[in-house]
């Protein structure tokens, strides 16, 4: 009996000693979940990564149209990027208005937003999701880092230096839009830890930043003509650089026009022209054109979202437009050409024809009594862009 | 009394360890020779307790960044290919235990040959490094939401049980009742919230409809998910009025200001700045209840039982989310027309006013969640008992939308009533 419990004891006592051996070793990185402790170890990881941060310009989450969102909080469609973009470009001024009564659309038309408003506050997420993304990018992809991994050759670490050129490239378009729109904000770099909350910067220190990095990989980016469809080129660069400097009186108080215009002749000196056809620009197969130096590329097959230009195509739609005309499955009834911008061709000018009036009797007015009527079919005081039509878009550095 | 030291890998790398003791002391007063005059008092014990708790449970591998493959219509354009992409999530390398302090004075009691029994406690739990998924700062992270280990709360309470034979005459007129009671008592605060969180309050309860619109809040001082409201203003019908919220005395002035329309109050420091926005805003009641009491019953006559179970929540509020998003008249002139909320009745709102505090409302509620009767008999030597059970009986509110106790945290999207069963059995043993 004795002896029973001697065995009964040293077992349960290999066990112990066992389970602590075994259980404190907290350090384990995790085997079963993809993390940077082991995603790297497939060197095409590098690709999807860098392709994510262009992703976060097209797309609002893993799965498309919508799903597994990058930013919460907010309808996933309504968070993406170039959305948010062109709502805060174009909305408070006299050129669009969009007829949604979502909270806090309307004071986007009449400039009311205030600090709760969540698109304001979904672009600014977005912008720093867009940086936060381009920040650990780098962190992951430093030479102590490729040392470690052991799998990266000397054709992949080529690849890498052009891939960190493109997300500084991506990270700076992006602290551009945010002086544009924002003013002072913080700066947080790829040496910024992740969880700590930044200190505040100035609108000139971000504008700062934007130029030196921009200066910085300029030489890491192909050159003119020999660049990737999709992905950032040296002009490109110069074009984000011009804009910069061109405002730089606006976001530091000191002009650098000369600079502006060095930056711009470097772009025009490049492959690049105005599209003979002003219209081309807005159809499927814009990737011609030999206008657009940096696009963001959509796709209905690869690339959907219900942003973007799905949402430009869509929510122009409206009113006595018929969606089959302009090859969509559906008119959304929500962004509008103000009479203001609408009266600015004078008669005969050809570009106010791309705008759809209707063929009588079916007319649509220029005026717009009721932002929000589009029942009001038997007025028809609805006009919109005939931009609707093509399944792709590419915005210009602009 | 015991310690327990435990690890997880839940944590970063710095925090993965906590160590919690525990203690308790029991007296078992009836015993003593002081307490043993008394003839009615069965059984007297009080108890003292301290213990420290940890709270780890959350996802796995906060520590490290997640990567989410996208699918095949997220894919990215190089030249002629589509590249699918890789999204590293969110992660927190800070984030430690969450720990409870728990201190507790009990008393057990009986009396009458334990034929009556109970026990009354008083507890203090303060838990620290509390872990909430909260919005985080732009920039601190790789998503705009984060776990985030974000202060301290307390819980301040009793707890009162009384169980009790109130009738035993089985053996003369065939009558007996067995009924229990119990009462607990609940004060939430919100202590601290940690300066590196960079704010001093938190926004949570996402609601419904809004665009990204929180309705809910965590600040010392207050219960947490308190609701963080603009105070509606009536008119002389006491209709709600569209847009139309108190201002609140939010300037704070360097003198106290003399009496006069513009000021708070004589002598007081604080007035409206003129403008309703954000700053406005205010804690305004919270989801959990003061008071939870419930009551069973369990009786018998003869061959009949009956039993069934009472519940009363007080001072439960909740924010009406059905209502503050379908009741407004925009829902049927939009593109897509929807039901209207019956509220819009009595509001007459043409667009969503998610942030008025008609929409909190007390959901204090008296449920009779069961009632069972059965009849037991011998037919032909086989023992039988028929038994009938309703559930969901009834309850008393005056809570406006379908089910007071639908709003999970406090958010009411509940469309359906609950249901009212019956069941009926006849069991038979061989």
Not at chain 1, 22 to 39: V, Y
Not at chain 1, 204 to 217: Q, R
Not at chain 1, 255 to 271: D, K, R, W
Request: aromatic share 12%; net charge neutral; glycine share 10%.
């Amino acid at each position: 009996m004795n002896h029973r419990i001697h065995q009964a004891l040293s077992v349960a006592a290999a066990l112990l000693a066992f389970a602590v051996a075994a259980c404190t070793n907290l350090t384990l990185e995790p085997k079963s979940t993809a993390t940077d402790a082991n995603i790297f170890s497939d060197p095409g990881t590098y690709k999807a990564f860098i392709a994510r941060v262009y992703a976060g310009l097209a797309v609002s989450g893993q799965q498309g149209p919508a799903g597994n969102a990058d930013i919460r909080g907010i309808d996933e469609g309504f968070s993406q990027y170039l959305r948010l973009f062109w709502e805060h470009e174009e909305l408070p001024t006299d050129e669009a208005i969009i007829g949604w009564g979502d909270v806090g659309l309307p004071e986007m038309n009449t400039q009311q937003w205030a600090v709760s408003n969540g698109f304001v506050g979904a672009m600014y997420y977005r912008i720093y999701f867009q940086v936060g993304m381009a920040n650990e990018f780098l962190r992951q992809t430093t030479d102590a880092k490729l040392d470690s991994r052991g799998n990266v050759g000397a054709a992949l670490r080529a690849d890498i230096k052009q891939y960190r050129a493109e997300a500084r490239f991506l990270r700076a378009l992006s602290y551009w839009h945010g002086i544009d729109m924002f003013g002072d904000i913080p700066l947080i770099t790829e040496a910024d830890l992740v969880g700590v909350v930044p200190q505040p910067s100035t609108r000139t220190n971000v504008y700062d930043f934007i130029v030196s990095e921009l200066n910085a990989i300029i030489p890491d980016l192909p050159p003119p003509g020999l660049g990737t469809y999709g992905r950032a080129s040296a002009p490109a660069a110069q074009m984000l650089l011009a804009h910069a400097y061109l405002n730089a009186s606006v976001y530091t108080g000191t002009a650098h026009y000369a600079e502006a215009l060095t930056a711009a002749q470097a772009v025009i000196a490049g492959p690049y022209s105005i599209d003979p056809s002003y219209r081309h620009l807005f159809l499927a197969d814009n990737n011609t054109s030999p206008e657009i130096i940096f696009p963001v590329i959509q796709d209905g097959v690869h690339t959907q979202t219900w942003g973007g230009v799905t949402f430009l195509v869509h929510a122009s739609c409206g009113g006595s437009m018929r969606d089959t005309t302009y090859g969509i499955s559906g008119c959304w009834w929500g962004l509008r050409l103000k009479p203001e911008a609408f009266n600015r061709y004078a008669s005969g000018d050809q570009r106010a024809a791309s705008f759809f009036r209707g063929t009588a009797p079916d007319t649509q007015s220029v005026a717009i009594p009721q932002v929000g009527t589009f029942t009001d079919r038997s007025n028809r005081r609805w006009i919109t862009s005939t931009r609707c039509g093509s399944a792709r878009m590419a915005i210009r550095v602009r | 009394m015991s310690v327990r030291r435990d690890g997880s890998s839940r944590f970063g790398p710095a925090n993965q360890w906590g160590t919690f003791p525990a203690f308790s002391l029991g007296w078992r007063l009836s015993q003593e020779s002081f307490l043993q005059g008394l003839h009615g008092l069965s059984d007297l014990k009080l108890r003292v307790g301290y213990g420290k708790t940890g709270n780890q449970s959350f996802g796995n591998y906060q520590q490290f960044a997640k990567y989410v493959l996208g699918d095949a219509q997220t894919q990215m354009q190089f030249g002629n290919t589509f590249v699918t992409t890789v999204r590293p999530g969110a992660y927190n390398p800070f984030i430690q235990w969450e720990g409870t302090n728990a201190f507790d004075v009990g008393l057990d009691y009986g009396f009458g040959g334990q034929r009556v029994t109970g026990a009354i406690d008083w507890y203090n739990k303060q838990t620290s490094g509390l872990i909430f998924t909260v919005p985080v700062c732009a920039g601190c992270g790789l998503s705009n939401f984060n776990q985030q280990n974000i202060g301290k709360m307390r819980n301040r309470g009793i707890e009162l049980s009384l169980n009790a034979a109130l009738l035993d005459q089985r053996k003369t007129s065939g009558l007996s009742w067995n009924a229990s009671f119990t009462a607990a008592h609940n004060k939430n605060e919100m202590l601290q919230i940690y300066a590196s969180q960079g704010v001093t309050r938190v926004l949570t309860g996402l609601v419904a409809g809004g665009v990204g619109t929180f309705i809910q809040v965590l600040q010392p001082g207050q219960p947490i998910n308190s609701f963080y409201m603009l105070q509606q203003k009536y008119d002389a019908q006491g209709k709600p009025i569209q847009g139309s919220y108190v201002d609140q005395p939010t300037v704070k002035d360097t003198v106290a200001c003399p009496a006069s329309p513009t000021c708070g109050g004589p002598g007081r420091l604080y007035r409206p700045d003129g403008v309703i926005n954000q700053d406005d805003r205010r804690p305004f009641h919270d989801p959990a209840p003061k008071w939870i009491l419930g009551h069973s019953s369990y009786l018998t006559y003869r061959n009949f039982d009956v039993s069934f179970t009472l519940r009363a929540y007080l001072g439960n509020w909740v924010y009406n989310n059905v209502a503050s998003n379908l009741g407004t008249y925009s829902e049927v002139t939009r593109a897509s027309p929807y039901n209207l909320h019956a509220s819009v009745l009595n509001t007459g709102f043409t667009t969503p006013q998610y942030l008025s505090d008609y929409y909190v409302e007390d959901a204090s509620f008296l449920r009779l969640d069961n009632i069972t009767a059965g009849y037991s008999f011998n037919y032909r030597g086989q023992p039988m008992r028929i038994t009938g059970t309703v559930q969901n009986v009834f309850t008393i509110t005056g809570y406006s939308g379908v089910d007071p106790t639908a709003g999970l945290n406090g958010l009411d999207n509940n469309i359906y009533p609950r249901s009212r069963t019956f069941t009926g059995g006849l069991s038979v043993k061989f």
